[in-house]
């Protein structure tokens, strides 16, 4: 039985959110776990939650990416267990490396609360595999540090090893400049590393994972946590 | 040189080509605004002034130096840093 981790940093606001997803709706055995208490690599995924770590001082992320924690989820990372981070969570699995690049505030100078659409661009990580290349989902933001940004040169080379999960798009699935809610480079909401289990996204999943707290009842972010259960458990899950 | 306390400072800078939008909008909407339309640009940045005990101005620089590059105090993904000894 694969067990999760939803690691709590000091400021993390998500945890006890992604936590429900996890436990009582898609029903994955999971533990939330103070960052200092993970000691050793003894869960099968990791979820690092969004919210303000470390009030994020310095940048978003930054000092959470220095607790020994990521160590722990680096050695998960490198054997191939799927980790999983949303908003503050993306920003600190940047920060310490695990996923390329940087976020930086948002082009518009404002903390920006939104719902969004998001195209599937790869189904290859254990966060996707149950979605459809080119799937729209209707997933909210709410951050102030969500521009992801990379080198341009840098993009091409993300493109082909298939890294870019999610990008920003409009009704008709564009990813115009309209339909991007922060600036970020190419309209990248969401990245994976080379190997495929590290995934980071801004939006936040757990936010449009039950019916009552969607816009018109929807559930789109449940199939990243489905798509989870599945790399666990495998497709009878 | 006899140790002692050196004030070194470290100017955090996103890179010439990531967009830089507050300096973006001081420039755009305060100086130009103003009527300075000799400045032709601005960029803002993070400033860490640090003290550091050590033999001398240069050893404080390199201290400071090593520690941001070990402990990410910027993010060379994004920018880029000044290390600067100002006493």
Redesign the interface.
């Known amino acids: 039985m694969g067990k999760v981790a939803v690691i709590q940093y000091p400021g993390s606001n998500c945890d006890l959110d992604a936590l429900e997803i996890l436990r009582d709706v898609v029903k994955a055995k999971t533990d939330l776990v103070w960052h200092k208490d993970l000691t050793h690599d003894d869960y099968d995924a990791y979820v690092l939650p969004g919210g303000f770590s470390y009030g994020d001082y ?2 978003a992320g ?1 000092i959470a ?2 607790s020994p924690s990521l160590r722990i989820v680096e050695e998960a990372a490198e054997s191939g267990k799927p980790v999983l981070g949303i908003c503050n969570g993306f920003q600190i699995l ?2 310490a490396g695990l996923l ?3 976020v ?6 404002r903390f920006v609360c939104t719902w969004t659409r998001l195209r599937v661009e790869t189904t290859r990580t254990p966060f996707t595999k149950r979605a459809n290349a080119g799937q729209v989902l209707e997933i909210p933001i709410a951050h102030n540090e969500g521009r992801y ?4 040169e840098q993009i091409p080379e993300l493109e082909r090893n298939q890294q870019i999960v999610f990008r920003y798009v409009n009704e008709k699935k564009e990813a115009t400049e309209e339909a991007n809610p922060n ?1 970020s480079i190419d309209n990248i909401a969401g990245i994976c590393n080379q190997k495929g289990n590290v995934m980071g996204l801004m939006p936040h999943p757990e936010r449009a994972s039950i019916p009552v707290l969607s816009l018109d009842n929807q559930t789109d972010g449940r199939v990243i946590f489905d798509s989870m259960m599945r790399t666990l458990h495998g497709p009878e899950a | 040189m006899t140790p002692g306390s050196h004030v070194v400072e470290v100017i955090v800078e996103n890179k010439p080509l990531a967009r830089d939008p507050e300096g973006e909008t001081i420039h755009q909407n305060l100086i130009l605004k103003g009527g300075y339309n000799q400045v032709t640009g601005v960029r803002t940045g993070k400033l860490l002034r640090m003290n550091i005990e050590a033999k001398s101005p240069e050893d404080a620089r390199a201290i400071v130096r090593k520690l941001s590059d070990d402990l990410r105090i910027y993010n060379p993904a994004a920018h880029t840093i000044q290390v600067r000894i100002v006493g």
């Open positions: 310095l940048r930054a990416a220095s940047v920060e390329p690049g940087a930086l505030r948002n082009s518009s100078l940004y990379l080198d341009k600036g």
